[in-house]
């Protein structure tokens, strides 16, 4: 019987688990994604924010060589 969860987070690790190992490829596509960075901790910490633009793949293969 499947393990099931109704966290996301729970549910994002086992889709990764599941993938990895099975040349997978995972795509991630940024379109003025804005990330503020603390500097610090507690509420009046300084951030740093940044735009992401572009594409992340983190590819994964069972054995042998790479995929193309």
Not at 23 to 28: G, V
Request: zero cysteines.
């Amino acid at each position: 019987m499947p393990n099931h969860t109704n966290q996301w987070r729970d549910l994002l690790i086992g889709l990764y688990d599941n993938l990895m190992g099975h040349r997978a490829e995972l795509t991630y596509e940024f379109a003025n994604m804005h990330i503020k960075i603390p500097g610090g901790t507690g509420p009046s910490a300084e951030h740093a924010e940044r735009v992401l633009h572009g594409t992340m793949k983190i590819r994964t293969w069972d054995t042998g060589t790479p995929p193309n």
